[in-house]
């Protein structure tokens, strides 16, 4: 079998190339599963799902390009996911400690216009939502939890980042800095930032991936 980068995906339709996300099919959970068919042995409905990557811009969107150009992106990838009879996109809202909606907690992403705290124009989030609600796919919000920043230097965050207000609820590991989860009022912060988009948006699910928790590094840097 050929290799299929995360960026693109032959589609059934036409032939056509369009850009796309990897896409993971979920074991059915019996918390998820719809037992009503006969045999309770047998789910009648699968969770199958699309992670969207937006960090870096690994699946979406292109950092730094139009509002029209992001929205076609993004659109071009629910209409993969409903091709494929796929049900859910599961896609990163706060890949680091900042935000694809207006947030009272963190700054604007970089990952939509190439500039971290940068209005957008529009909320993405938002959007998101409605674009996967329009095609019947639900959609689930991804978090990453204490990933604070990509790089060592606090002053390259935004203005007003909570890392650069509370230094002392951060440690440098592996060229990142990190939220220490052990401090009760970075616990708090943490879940406040997330479940602002759980409350004020209609997010199917919540997902709490990549932790960025320290382990052992392959380069052996100490653990902190």
């Not at 009648?44 to 950092?63: C, E």
Request: overall charge negative; hydrophobic content about 40%.
């Amino acid at each position: 079998m050929s290799h299929l980068s995360r960026r693109t995906l032959l589609t059934a339709t036409g032939g056509a190339l369009v850009s796309s996300s990897f896409i993971a099919t979920v074991g059915t959970s019996a918390a998820l599963a719809d037992t009503s068919g006969s045999d309770d042995s047998t789910p009648v409905r699968q969770l199958r799902g699309m992670w969207i990557a937006t960090v870096w811009g690994i699946d979406w969107p292109t950092v730094g390009a139009s509002i029209e150009q992001q929205k076609q992106e993004y659109e071009a990838l629910l209409d993969a996911a409903v091709e494929m009879n796929l049900n859910a996109v599961v896609s990163q809202v706060r890949p680091v400690a900042d935000a694809f909606w207006p947030s009272p907690y963190e700054p604007w992403s970089q990952f939509i216009t190439g500039e971290q705290g940068k209005d957008p124009g529009y909320d993405v989030l938002a959007w998101q939502i409605e674009q996967a609600h329009k095609r019947n796919l639900e959609f689930h919000a991804w978090f990453n939890p204490y990933r604070a920043a990509i790089n060592p230097d606090p002053e390259l965050l935004a203005e007003g980042h909570p890392v650069r207000e509370h230094p002392e609820w951060t440690f440098t590991f592996n060229n990142q800095i990190l939220y220490n989860p052990g401090i009760p009022e970075v616990q708090e912060f943490i879940r406040d930032a997330m479940m602002h988009a759980v409350e004020n948006y209609d997010v199917d699910a919540m997902h709490w991936d990549d932790y960025f928790y320290p382990y052992p590094s392959a380069d052996g840097i100490p653990l902190p």
